[in-house]
């Protein structure tokens, strides 16, 4: 069964950087699309990083996202990480992982809280 675990959210005061985690298993982030998407409560669910298979970067249409979030992949380690630097209140949210695998199949993680305090 494939699975996507995400870790590394939490409490953290406004400025502060945090890294996220996505580890998968019976899959490979290597042949995959990997998506960090997050929500906030009341709000839509929002792409916020994106590497192909191939290695392309994609980030949020924002500004600040593409200067503050950095996505990246140890394919070693069967991980995907999102480093996440000047947190601002706006940012908390459920930090998800997605994959999408060469057959088009399509996996979600749990997520992880991220939570930023001014």
């Known amino acids: 069964q494939v699975q996507l675990v995400e870790s590394g959210g939490g409490l953290v005061q406004a400025g502060g950087s945090l890294r996220l985690t996505c580890a998968a298993s019976?899959?490979?982030?290597?042949?995959?699309?990997m998506t960090w998407y997050r929500q906030a409560p009341g709000k839509q669910r929002e792409l916020v990083a994106r590497?192909?298979?191939?290695?392309?970067?994609?980030?949020a249409d924002s500004d600040s996202v593409k200067d503050r979030f950095t996505i990246s992949r140890d394919n070693a380690k069967n991980t995907v990480y999102l480093q996440m630097t000047e947190l601002r209140p706006e940012d908390t949210a459920n930090y998800l992982c997605?994959?999408?695998?060469?057959?088009?199949?399509?996996?979600w993680g749990q997520g992880t809280q991220v939570t930023v305090s001014s």
């Open positions: 997605n994959s999408n695998d060469l057959r088009g199949r399509i996996y």
């Open positions: 019976r899959m490979s982030v290597t042949t995959s699309t």
């Open positions: 590497i192909t298979s191939s290695g392309s970067k994609v980030y």
